[in-house]
């Protein structure tokens, strides 16, 4: 590093690279032509303790191209298998990603630095290694616009172009994303040693994903059984909270799960501009494996993989430890169905529990159902529809036993409406503003309908006026929708 560049300083401390040898290949980022920092996360580069305006530029786009290996990283490429549409691929890993590190953040948290473009791997069988500016961006805005949501997700930290065209369906812009999560380990990494039998790797592997993030395991009867129940916990709140947005993630494979239950992996994924059970936006995904009723079935279908896996630590005696897991895995669609009603009661501006709840909640999706009703601004409109006039037909049923629960509810019209504004988002990623910001990007270099949106994003429940178009369904000539894996 020459003398006169800013000194840039992680908080390294890589706990994956030092005690899990032989779960990943020590590899190194390729040396790219013109690397140039489109766009940096300067919030998250605070958070992450890093000193944000030394990397918003050329040491930034060096380090973050995965060029240059900033003091300390140890970078690698993991290992994982993952269960793909159903078919079993016993050997996947990180075929045009690295992990740089970890770094520790300034609350204390232990959150991993990774790179997504950043060349070809051992793990890259025929792929070129590379990603392309568009899906890149996609994945920033999409995962970004999910933390704002609430929803636990992995981060977008910087989008940096490598000044070199790639090949897909034509060329196309170069680009690398550093993103951030709790951890990269996922179903699929457990299934990577289980398909090759090696017992000792998945004790270590769960004993090193209970002390890194349910520590509080660890002093429980059964550590392993307790770790299925709790990522089993986790997956069906995350589950839940994207069904209650209108999120269709597109590609569920078991490598795209994380022990962690943070959202992962932004590519054929979209949000759905009026309800529809079977919203599919993936042009990979033919059968409708992963449309949007299904992600609860296929979370658990997952599950059952993951399961599969802790089986030999669960219990010794194999029938015991499928019996006890059985019993765990059995009870995610109640525990799902839990988180979800508790979601669409704060949707539906319900603070008490009442038995037909449920029966309220999904009576109003059956009526949504086939009708040109927005759904992210259906809900955010609710709150208004307290008085009855002009009831649209298809709610002619539903808005008064609305009306009549909210009665027994002992708030005033004004708190009830401000409590749904914080769970009923203004702003949401809608397809085709995405697709706008992206075609200027990637087309034109022009990042101005980018940074826009991603300012619109940022605060989804907050209204301003200067956003009124942000609000808009898509226009009438857009779609059908179709998104393309981000390979
Ligand atoms: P994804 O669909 O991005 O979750 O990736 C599934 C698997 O394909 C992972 O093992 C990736 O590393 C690998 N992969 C995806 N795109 C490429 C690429 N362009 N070059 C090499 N490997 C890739
Ligand atoms: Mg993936």
């Not at 998250?44 to 003091?71: C, M, Q, T, Y």
């Not at 993936?282 to 599969?308: C, V």
């Not at 990007?441 to 994003?457: N, P, Q």
Request: with cysteine.
């Amino acid at each position: 590093m020459a003398t006169d560049e800013p000194a840039i300083e992680f908080n390294f401390d890589n706990t994956y690279a030092r005690s899990l040898v032989g779960f990943y290949t020590p590899w190194q980022g390729e040396k790219v032509p013109d690397p140039q920092m489109v766009r940096l996360n300067a919030t998250l580069a605070k958070e992450l303790g890093l000193d944000a305006s030394a990397l918003d530029g050329i040491v930034g786009a060096e380090i973050f191209s995965g060029s240059r290996a900033p003091e300390g990283a140890d970078t690698l490429a993991q290992i994982y298998a993952g269960h793909q549409f159903g078919g079993f691929s016993p050997q996947l890993g990180d075929g045009r990603a690295l992990l740089l590190g970890e770094v520790i953040d300034v609350d204390g948290n232990r959150r991993d630095i990774h790179l997504k473009g950043s060349g070809r791997t051992p793990f890259s069988r025929s792929g070129d290694g590379k990603a392309a500016l568009g899906p890149i961006l996609r994945e920033y805005i999409i995962g970004e616009a999910m933390h704002a949501l609430g929803i636990p997700t992995t981060r977008a930290l910087a989008v940096v172009t490598t000044g070199e065209d790639i090949m897909r369906e034509t060329w196309l812009p170069g680009a690398v994303l550093a993103r951030v999560a709790a951890s990269h380990i996922r179903v699929g990494t457990f299934q990577y040693f289980a398909a090759r039998g090696e017992l000792d790797k998945i004790k270590q592997l769960a004993d090193y994903v209970i002390a890194r993030h349910y520590p509080h395991l660890k002093k429980e009867e059964n550590p392993y059984l307790s770790l299925l129940s709790t990522v089993c916990d986790t997956q069906a709140s995350l589950i839940a909270k994207w069904m209650l947005v209108g999120f269709v993630h597109g590609v569920m494979n078991t490598d795209n799960m994380t022990i962690s239950g943070e959202t992962i992996d932004y590519g054929p994924c979209a949000f759905i501009d009026h309800y529809d059970p079977n919203a599919l936006f993936s042009s990979i995904d033919g059968k409708g494996r992963y449309a949007y009723k299904n992600q609860p079935p296929m979370a658990h279908w997952n599950l059952t993989r993951f399961t599969e896996t802790l089986l030999p630590l669960i219990d010794q005696d194999r029938e015991q430890a499928v019996e006890k897991a059985t019993a765990v895995l059995e009870e995610f669609p109640e525990i799902y169905g839990r988180y979800w009603l508790e979601g669409m009661r704060a949707k539906l501006g319900l603070t008490t529990k009442e038995e037909d709840d449920f029966a309220l909640a999904s009576d109003l999706l059956t009526a949504m159902e086939g009708q040109d009703i927005d759904y992210t601004n259906f809900f955010r409109n609710l709150a208004d529809m307290t008085k009855n006039d002009e009831d649209p037909s298809y709610l002619k049923e539903w808005l008064p036993r609305w009306r009549k629960r909210c009665a027994k509810e002992r708030i005033s019209d004004a708190k009830r409406t401000a409590t749904m504004n914080k769970v009923n988002p203004l702003y949401t990623p809608r397809n085709h503003l995405v697709e706008e910001a992206l075609t200027a990007a990637a087309s034109d270099r022009d990042y101005s309908k980018f940074e826009r949106l991603m300012k619109v994003l940022e605060k989804p429940f907050t209204k301003r006026s200067s956003y009124e178009r942000y609000t808009k369904p898509a226009p009438e000539d857009f779609g059908p929708y179709k998104t393309f894996c981000g390979t």
